[in-house]
Structures are given as structure tokens and as C-alpha cells.
């Protein structure tokens, strides 16, 4: 069955990186774009960033853009966020997703891994 | 953007009864090549990470129970829960990917009255 499981979240003062992983298992991931998604404490939830299922389009949130970079490894199904130059604002829990295209429902959601930011 | 309004916040229906969802977006998700809505909706239990019901506005995802339904287009949609079941005490999200970025509705609340 589809699975994905995030990891790298953790506590990290204002204008820190944290490297946030999903590995995939279960299906093709070479084959589907994959998101981030993230949802502030007793919030809703915020598109991040997508990467399509060849790498060669990437798309980001305006409130990440400039700071956070996406990237896949389709050898290892592994989906990659790099954060960087964090504020107290990303303080969330990360999610990765799949979708069929780029821009597309998202039909399997991980887990989610906690990112503080806090001084 | 597309800005997605849920209508209500929260609401609290007896077990057994109806429960609808309204969500609006601020322009239209309907592209007129394929005749589809780019509209999903989302159920998130506490805890949870959330889990797809619906796409194309009307299609339920696989094992979603058939109280469930979504309807609507163009900018107009609803999710209605025919019979409340308390498994089904969660929020709901809509959900646009027509335009970029994707958006979210700010979610509604459903509890057991």
C-alpha cells in the first residue's frame, strides 16, 4: 500500500535550516509530482511547494519562496525539503503528498513531521 | 489567488441527520477543455493527516462511504454528509488546484450536536 513517512522535523531558532525527508513506498514515485503541505498549530492547512514527477518543474508558496527548495531523488523515493532561514511563522507540521500531475488532487498524505521555530 | 470560503465555521448535527458544507471560490475552477472542476475535498480527524473524499468535485475516492457526496461547479460547491455517523466528527477542507498557487478552504468544523 502507498505509504509516506516524513522525518527532520524538530525545534530550530529563528533564521535556522531544517532538511525535512518523505520516503515513499508502496507505488511508483517516479512516476507522480509530489507536494508539501503545511498546517500551523489549531490551523488550516497551506500549500507549500510541488515538484513534478521528472524534476523539471518546481513551484513554491510566496510566503516560502527565496527560502525553501524542493527536490526528489527517484532512485531512493525520497522527497526533500530545504528550509532555510526560518521564521518564527514556519512553525508547523509538514506533510507530503502525492499527486497524479503537478497540479492535481492530493490522493495519499504522510504522517507529518513537527517543525518549531522558536527563539 | 483563488480564495476558498467554507461556509459555516462549525457546525453540530444530531446523529443521523444531514450535515452540509459550502465552499466558494473567488473565481471560477471549472476549465472548460476538459468540462472539470478542480475541486477536492478533505476530511481531517484529530490527529490525522487529512484524507481525500472527493475530486473533480463529484468523484468519491475509493472506500468513502456513499453518505458522503460533493456536487457543484464553477464556483460553487457542497459536501454533504446525508446521515451523520460519529466516526465522521472531523474538519473538512476544499480544496482548489485549478489555480496556482493550490488553496485551501479555512476548513469546517462538524461535531455531534
Known amino acids: 500500500q502507498v505509504q509516506l513517512v516524513e522525518s527532520g522535523g524538530g525545534v530550530v531558532q529563528p533564521g535556522g535550516s531544517l532538511r525535512l525527508s518523505c520516503a515513499a513506498s508502496?507505488?511508483?514515485?517516479?512516476?507522480?509530482?509530489m507536494h508539501w503541505v503545511r498546517q500551523a498549530p489549531g490551523k488550516g492547512l497551506e500549500w507549500v511547494a510541488v515538484?513534478?514527477?521528472?524534476?523539471?518543474?518546481?513551484h513554491f508558496a510566496d510566503s516560502v519562496k527565496g527560502r525553501f527548495t524542493i527536490s526528489r531523488d527517484n532512485s531512493k523515493n525520497f522527497l526533500y525539503l530545504q528550509m532555510n532561514s526560518l521564521r518564527v511563522e514556519d512553525t508547523a507540521m509538514y506533510y507530503c503528498?502525492?499527486?497524479?500531475?503537478?497540479?492535481?488532487?492530493?490522493?495519499?498524505w504522510g504522517q507529518g513531521t513537527m517543525v518549531s521555530v522558536s527563539s | 489567488d483563488i480564495v476558498m470560503t467554507q461556509s459555516p465555521d462549525s457546525l453540530a448535527v444530531s446523529l443521523g441527520e444531514r450535515a452540509t458544507i459550502h465552499c466558494k471560490s473567488s473565481?471560477?475552477?471549472?476549465?472548460?477543455?476538459?468540462?472539470?472542476?478542480?475541486l477536492a475535498w478533505y476530511q481531517q480527524k484529530p490527529g490525522q493527516p487529512p484524507k481525500l473524499l472527493f475530486y473533480?468535485?463529484?468523484i468519491r475516492e475509493s472506500g468513502v462511504p456513499d453518505r458522503f457526496s460533493g456536487s457543484g461547479s464553477g464556483t460553487d460547491f457542497t459536501l454533504t454528509i446525508t446521515s451523520l455517523q460519529a466516526e465522521d466528527v472531523a474538519v473538512y477542507y476544499c480544496?482548489?488546484?485549478?489555480?496556482?498557487?493550490?488553496?485551501f478552504g479555512g476548513g469546517t468544523k462538524v461535531e455531534i450536536k
Open positions: 473565481q471560477t475552477v471549472l476549465f472548460s477543455g476538459n468540462n472539470k472542476n478542480y
Open positions: 515538484i513534478s514527477y521528472n524534476i523539471n518543474n518546481q
Open positions: 503528498a502525492r499527486s497524479a500531475y503537478d497540479w492535481e488532487h492530493l490522493d495519499h
Open positions: 508502496g507505488f511508483m514515485f517516479s512516476n507522480y509530482a
Open positions: 480544496h482548489q488546484f485549478y489555480g496556482t498557487p493550490p488553496t
Open positions: 473533480w468535485a463529484s
